[in-house]
């Protein structure tokens, strides 16, 4: 139940041997599960240094596009709120899982690209030069730098 609330929120597969799921135990004896504390593992210079280089990248496109997946909407503690991406004043596109956090006439939202998607959404993905992926695990742009942040899968053996 932790791991399906925390991190990427999400399903979780549990995959028991059925000879596990038949042995005789011993409840008294097991241990409980107590979730191992989050720690930051990134360096906070070199995240830095990416970030000014993707900013830099953004302020030499001439055609930048954000594309925002469903990880926004986990992200995001409240969909009332404005983006954090609205400063950048850069187009937006969402995905089909996102295409209620703007409305259809807001000033930067273009569309959902794809194959059933908006002509405008697709020329403008495949147009770009400078493509900012948040929350979405791919995309396509024909020329474009491609900066994707997503969130880490979280993946466990037991």
Not at 51 to 70: K, M, Q, T, Y
Not at 84 to 103: E, G, Q, S, Y
């Amino acid at each position: 139940m932790h791991l399906a609330g925390s991190g990427r929120p999400g399903p979780v597969w549990i995959d028991i041997p059925l000879d596990v799921q038949s042995a005789v135990i011993d409840e008294s004896k097991l241990n409980g599960y107590a979730p191992a504390e989050q720690v930051d593992s990134g360096d906070r210079k070199q995240l830095e240094k990416q970030v000014g280089a993707a900013i830099d990248l953004l302020n030499r496109s001439e055609r930048p596009v954000i594309l925002a997946g469903n990880g926004v909407r986990l992200g995001q503690p409240s969909m009332n709120s404005s983006p954090c991406w609205m400063p950048l004043r850069v187009p937006v596109l969402t995905t089909w899982k996102t295409a209620d956090i703007l409305p259809d006439d807001h000033p930067f939202y273009i569309g959902r690209p794809g194959s059933v998607g908006q002509r405008a959404a697709n020329f403008a993905q495949q147009n770009s030069d400078w493509i900012l992926v948040l929350g979405h695990a791919s995309t396509w742009g024909r020329r474009a730098t491609i900066i994707a942040i997503l969130p880490q899968r979280q993946r466990r053996s037991l």
